[in-house]
């Protein structure tokens, strides 16, 4: 089932298609999940790959993909969202290597933020890769954990070689 779509131009040239899934067991879904899914796992090469697949197509995950103008899949990211913590944790979030540092990963996580904050979520939280904290922070994420650790200890998905991360 789509959930959202929207359009974004970048500097009047490539349009950019974003999309809400979340596996509905329908053909196309899958697909765009699959697809999804082999970015997650050539760009997070450190993940098991079963690992991703399970989280990637765990019907309580949601997933928003980014797409060229010929509707290709060429990044996004997966997320878990608990309501009454008014929290999302962000599990997965890649951009293919030849669209890296273009703008789209930005455009990506500002997209995110819109969706959630129209579905009263306020926080999110990440378990980010150590070589990609400085993409966060960016981002307005932070190390200093502000939310009250009742609303989100033993929910996230922690692994070696991550570092907990915040954005209100
Ligand atoms: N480390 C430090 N800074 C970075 C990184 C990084 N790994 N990647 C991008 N940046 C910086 C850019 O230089 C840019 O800085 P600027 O605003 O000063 O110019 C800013 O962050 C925004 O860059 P974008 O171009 O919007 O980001 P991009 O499209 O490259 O996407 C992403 C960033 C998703 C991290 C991408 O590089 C990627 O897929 N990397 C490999 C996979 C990865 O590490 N994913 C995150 C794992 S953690 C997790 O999934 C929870």
Known sequence: ?????DNHTINNKSMITFETIRNDGTKPTMKKLVDLKNIFARQLPKMPKEYIVRLVFDQKHESIVIKNEN?????????????ISKMAEVVFLAISSDSQVKGYGTKLMNHLKTELQTRDIHFLMTCADN??????????FHKHILMDQNLWKGYL???EGS???ECI
Do not use: S
């Open 71 to 83: 509707e290709k899949i060429f990044g996004g990211v997966c997320y878990c969202i608990f309501p």
């Open 131 to 140: 070589l990609a904290t400085g993409y966060f922070k960016k981002q307005g």
């Open 1 to 5: 089932r789509t959930l959202y779509i």
């Open 157 to 159: 998905k922690d692994y």
């Open 163 to 165: 570092t907990l991360m």
